[in-house]
C-alpha cells in the first residue's frame, strides 16, 4: 500500500444536499482531473465542508452523482471512500484518544488479518521518509501538535490507499513551517499523479497552492478559474460583483449626523483647535495618520468619550457638547475601539451572554432560551464561525471583529471604528466592510481610523489627514492617492492644503 497507485479523475454532478431549510449544495457540478490541486474556496458557510463531506462518505447527498475514473460509485460511508480511494482530512482537528502513531495508524485498517506492527512500523517510517515527517511511531498522538497529527493523518490516508486527498481547512491552527512543509508534501503527491482536494476560505492559500480554483457561494458553484489567479477576480466570485474591491458607495444627500463646529481637543500631548466638519448619513469619513498623530482623541472627541475644549458637538442636529458617552450612545453613536477584547467583548462570556447584556440595556427581559435563539440568528446573519455557547476569547479575530459588529444596536446614526481591520485576512475584510457597507445604506455615518492606506482611500468618502495636532480639511477619496496620502501622514505637502489648525 502507499503512493504510486493509480491515478483517478474524480467528478461530481448534479450534486443538492439540504439541510432543513438550507440549501448547503445547490447543483453542483466539478470535475477534477488527476495529477491536480483542486481548490474549494468559499466564504464560511458557502456549502464547502458539506460538498467534501459527501464525496468521502459522511454524509450523503440528496440527489446527484459520483463518478471516479467515468465509473459511477456509490459512498456511503467514510470506509466505502477509502475502498474506492478517497480520504479526507477533517476541519476540526479529531480528538485522538492517547494512543501511539503507530496504533493511530492502523485505525481503519481492514485487511482482516491483524496486521504485523514491525512490517506497518516500517511502511510508516518509509512513507514519513518520503515526505521529510519527523514522526516517531512510538509516540504518543496527544503529544503531537495540530500539524504534527495532520501529518500522521496524511500518511495513514495514504497507506490506507487514498488516490485522492481531500483537506478542509488545513491550514487553521498550524506553524508557517508545517503550512509550507505541508503545501510540499501536496505538490509532491500531485506530481505523483494523486488528485488533491484542497478546501479554504482563505485566498492566499488557494492562489499559491492550486492549479484551479472553483468558487463556491451560498450552495452554488459561481465560477471555476485557473493558475495564475487574480485576486479580484476571485474576491468577486466569493463575494458577489456588488460587494467586490474598491466599490465605493457615493454618499446621497442624507442628513446629517454629525457635526463639528470650531471644536478644539486637548490631550497631555497635542491640541487640535478649530475643527470643522458636517458628516451626513450614509457618508464614509476614513481618518488617515501616524499612530499617535490625533486621530484618537478626535474619534473619541465625536463618541463622547474624550471632552472638547471649545467649539461645539452636535448629532442628529441636537447640541451634545460636553455630554457623556451614554449621552451620545442615547442619540445614535456607537464606538468599536481598536482592542476588541479589552474595550468591546468581554472574556470568559459566551455569545450568547454578549448579545443578551447588549439587549438589556434597552430594557428588554430575556428569558434564556430567547437569548439562544437571539444568538443563533445573529451567529447566522453575521456568519461567526462560533456556536452559542462559545466564550469570546475562543474565537478568532476576525469571528471577534464579526460579533463586535453584531453586537451595534439598531438603529445608528454614527458607527466610529478604530482599525476595524486591523489584523484580519482579507476575506474577513471583506465581509466586516460589507456590513458595515450595508449600515451606511440604512442611513448610518461611519467614521474610521485606518493605517492602512489602500483601506481608508477604498471605503472613504472623504478623508481627513492628521499629523502632529494639524488636522487637514476633508479630502475627497476619489481624487486622492495613496501617495499624496502617504506624504500627508508624513507631514509633506501640506502647503497645498487648507488646514483646520491655520484658521484657528
Ligand atoms: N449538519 C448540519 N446541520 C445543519 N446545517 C448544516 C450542517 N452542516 C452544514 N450546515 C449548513 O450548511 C451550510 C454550509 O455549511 P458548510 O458546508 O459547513 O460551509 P463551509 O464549509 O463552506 O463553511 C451552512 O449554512 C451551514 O450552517
Ligand atoms: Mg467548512
Same mark, same amino acid.
Given at each position: 500500500?502507499?503512493?504510486?497507485?493509480?491515478?483517478m479523475?474524480?467528478?461530481?454532478?448534479?450534486i443538492?444536499k439540504h439541510?432543513g431549510?438550507v440549501?448547503?449544495n445547490?447543483?453542483?457540478?466539478?470535475?477534477?482531473p488527476?495529477?491536480?490541486?483542486?481548490?474549494?474556496l468559499g466564504?464560511n458557510?458557502?456549502g464547502?465542508?458539506?460538498l $467534501?463531506?459527501?464525496l468521502?462518505g459522511?454524509i450523503q447527498?440528496? #440527489?446527484?452523482?459520483?463518478?471516479?475514473?467515468g465509473?459511477?460509485?456509490?459512498?456511503?460511508?467514510?470506509?466505502?471512500?477509502?475502498q474506492?480511494?478517497?480520504?479526507?482530512?477533517?476541519?476540526?482537528?479529531?480528538?485522538?484518544?492517547?494512543m501511539?502513531?503507530?496504533d493511530?495508524?492502523?485505525l481503519?485498517?481492514s485487511?482482516?488479518?491483524?496486521?504485523d506492527?514491525?512490517?506497518?512500523?516500517?511502511d510508516?517510517?518509509r512513507?514519513a521518509?518520503?515526505?521529510?515527517?519527523?514522526?516517531?511511531?512510538?509516540?504518543?498522538?496527544?503529544?503531537?501538535?495540530?500539524g =504534527?497529527?495532520?501529518?500522521?493523518e496524511?500518511?495513514?490516508?495514504l497507506?490506507l490507499g487514498?488516490?485522492? +486527498?481531500?483537506?478542509d481547512e488545513?491550514?487553521?491552527?498550524?506553524?508557517?513551517?508545517?503550512?509550507?512543509?505541508?503545501?510540499?508534501?501536496?505538490?509532491?503527491?500531485t506530481?505523483?499523479? $494523486?488528485?488533491?482536494?484542497?478546501?479554504?476560505?482563505?485566498?492566499? !492559500?488557494? =492562489?499559491?497552492?492550486?492549479?484551479?480554483?472553483?468558487v463556491?457561494?451560498?450552495?452554488k458553484?459561481v465560477g471555476e478559474?485557473?493558475?495564475?489567479f487574480?485576486?479580484?477576480?476571485?474576491? =468577486?466570485?466569493?463575494?458577489g460583483?456588488?460587494?467586490?474591491l474598491?466599490?465605493?458607495?457615493?454618499?446621497?444627500p442624507?442628513?446629517?449626523?454629525?457635526?463639528?463646529?470650531g471644536?478644539a481637543?486637548?490631550d497631555?500631548?497635542l491640541?487640535?483647535?478649530?475643527i470643522?466638519?458636517?458628516?451626513?448619513?450614509g =457618508?464614509?469619513?476614513?481618518?488617515?495618520? $501616524?499612530?499617535g498623530?490625533?486621530?484618537?482623541?478626535?474619534i473619541r472627541?465625536?463618541?463622547?468619550l474624550m471632552?472638547?475644549?471649545?467649539g461645539?458637538?452636535?448629532?442628529n442636529?441636537?447640541?451634545l457638547?460636553?455630554?457623556?458617552?451614554?449621552?451620545f450612545?442615547?442619540?445614535?453613536?456607537s464606538?468599536l475601539?481598536?482592542s476588541?477584547?479589552e474595550?468591546g467583548?468581554?472574556p470568559?462570556?459566551t455569545?450568547?451572554?454578549?448579545?443578551?447584556?447588549?439587549?438589556?440595556?434597552?430594557?428588554?427581559?430575556?428569558?434564556r432560551?430567547?437569548?439562544?435563539?437571539?444568538?443563533?440568528?445573529?451567529?447566522? #446573519?453575521?456568519n461567526?464561525?462560533?456556536t452559542?455557547?462559545?466564550?469570546?476569547?475562543s474565537?478568532?479575530?476576525?469571528?471577534?471583529?464579526?460579533?463586535?459588529?453584531?453586537?451595534?444596536?439598531d438603529?445608528? #446614526?454614527?458607527?466610529? +471604528?478604530?482599525?476595524?481591520?486591523?489584523? +484580519?485576512?482579507i476575506?474577513?475584510?471583506?465581509?466586516?466592510?460589507?456590513?458595515l457597507?450595508?449600515?451606511c445604506?440604512q442611513?448610518?455615518?461611519?467614521?474610521?481610523i485606518s493605517? !492602512?492606506?489602500?483601506?481608508?482611500?477604498?471605503y #472613504?468618502?472623504r478623508?481627513?489627514?492628521?499629523?502632529?495636532?494639524?488636522?487637514?480639511?476633508?479630502?475627497?477619496a476619489?481624487?486622492?492617492?495613496?501617495?499624496q496620502l502617504?506624504?500627508?501622514?508624513?507631514?509633506?505637502?501640506w502647503?497645498?492644503?487648507?488646514?483646520?489648525?491655520?484658521?484657528?
Amino acid at each position: 500500500m502507499g503512493v504510486g497507485n493509480l491515478p483517478m479523475n474524480v467528478e461530481l454532478k448534479h450534486i443538492h444536499k439540504h439541510f432543513g431549510k438550507v440549501h448547503a449544495n445547490n447543483d453542483i457540478v466539478l470535475n477534477v482531473p488527476s495529477g491536480t490541486i483542486q481548490g474549494i474556496l468559499g466564504e464560511n458557510g458557502a456549502g464547502k465542508s458539506t460538498l $467534501m463531506k459527501v464525496l468521502s462518505g459522511f454524509i450523503q447527498a440528496d #440527489s446527484g452523482e459520483i463518478l471516479l475514473d467515468g465509473h459511477p460509485v456509490t459512498i456511503h460511508s467514510p470506509a466505502d471512500a477509502i475502498q474506492h480511494g478517497i480520504g479526507m482530512l477533517h476541519q476540526d482537528p479529531l480528538d485522538f484518544p492517547p494512543m501511539r502513531a503507530l496504533d493511530n495508524f492502523l485505525l481503519g485498517h481492514s485487511g482482516g488479518l491483524f496486521p504485523d506492527r514491525k512490517a506497518v512500523a516500517r511502511d510508516f517510517k518509509r512513507l514519513a521518509a518520503q515526505f521529510d515527517f519527523s514522526l516517531d511511531p512510538d509516540s504518543y498522538v496527544d503529544s503531537l501538535t495540530v500539524g =504534527e497529527r495532520q501529518q500522521l493523518e496524511i500518511l495513514r490516508l495514504l497507506w490506507l490507499g487514498a488516490r485522492v +486527498l481531500i483537506l478542509d481547512e488545513p491550514t487553521t491552527g498550524i506553524s508557517a513551517i508545517q503550512k509550507a512543509k505541508l503545501f510540499e508534501t501536496l505538490r509532491k503527491l500531485t506530481a505523483q499523479g $494523486m488528485t488533491v482536494i484542497f478546501v479554504s476560505h482563505k485566498l492566499e !492559500d488557494v =492562489e499559491v497552492l492550486c492549479h484551479t480554483v472553483a468558487v463556491l457561494r451560498a450552495g452554488k458553484l459561481v465560477g471555476e478559474v485557473k493558475a495564475p489567479f487574480q485576486t479580484k477576480k476571485l474576491v =468577486e466570485l466569493m463575494f458577489g460583483k456588488e460587494i467586490s474591491l474598491g466599490a465605493r458607495q457615493a454618499a446621497g444627500p442624507g442628513r446629517s449626523v454629525l457635526e463639528l463646529r470650531g471644536v478644539a481637543i486637548e490631550d497631555i500631548r497635542l491640541r487640535m483647535s478649530d475643527i470643522n466638519l458636517s458628516v451626513r448619513g450614509g =457618508e464614509v469619513i476614513g481618518l488617515a495618520g $501616524m499612530e499617535g498623530s490625533g486621530q484618537g482623541p478626535f474619534i473619541r472627541a465625536c463618541a463622547g468619550l474624550m471632552r472638547t475644549v471649545g467649539g461645539r458637538v452636535l448629532v442628529n442636529d441636537r447640541d451634545l457638547t460636553g455630554k457623556s458617552y451614554h449621552a451620545f450612545k442615547r442619540n445614535g453613536v456607537s464606538f468599536l475601539p481598536a482592542s476588541r477584547l479589552e474595550e468591546g467583548l468581554v472574556p470568559g462570556l459566551t455569545l450568547t451572554e454578549h448579545f443578551v447584556l447588549s439587549e438589556e440595556t434597552k430594557g428588554l427581559f430575556i428569558d434564556r432560551e430567547g437569548g439562544r435563539k437571539l444568538a443563533e440568528d445573529r451567529i447566522s #446573519s453575521f456568519n461567526i464561525r462560533g456556536t452559542p455557547l462559545s466564550t469570546v476569547e475562543s474565537l478568532s479575530g476576525g469571528n471577534q471583529q464579526r460579533a463586535l459588529l453584531a453586537l451595534l444596536q439598531d438603529p445608528l #446614526s454614527l458607527i466610529l +471604528l478604530e482599525h476595524p481591520t486591523r489584523g +484580519l485576512d482579507i476575506e474577513s475584510t471583506i465581509y466586516i466592510w460589507n456590513k458595515l457597507k450595508e449600515r451606511c445604506k440604512q442611513g448610518a455615518a461611519i467614521i474610521f481610523i485606518s493605517s !492602512d492606506l489602500e483601506e481608508i482611500l477604498q471605503y #472613504s468618502d472623504r478623508v481627513l489627514v492628521f499629523f502632529s495636532g494639524k488636522v487637514s480639511s476633508p479630502l475627497d477619496a476619489s481624487k486622492t492617492t495613496v501617495e499624496q496620502l502617504g506624504n500627508l501622514i508624513g507631514g509633506k505637502g501640506w502647503e497645498s492644503l487648507k488646514t483646520e489648525k491655520a484658521h484657528g
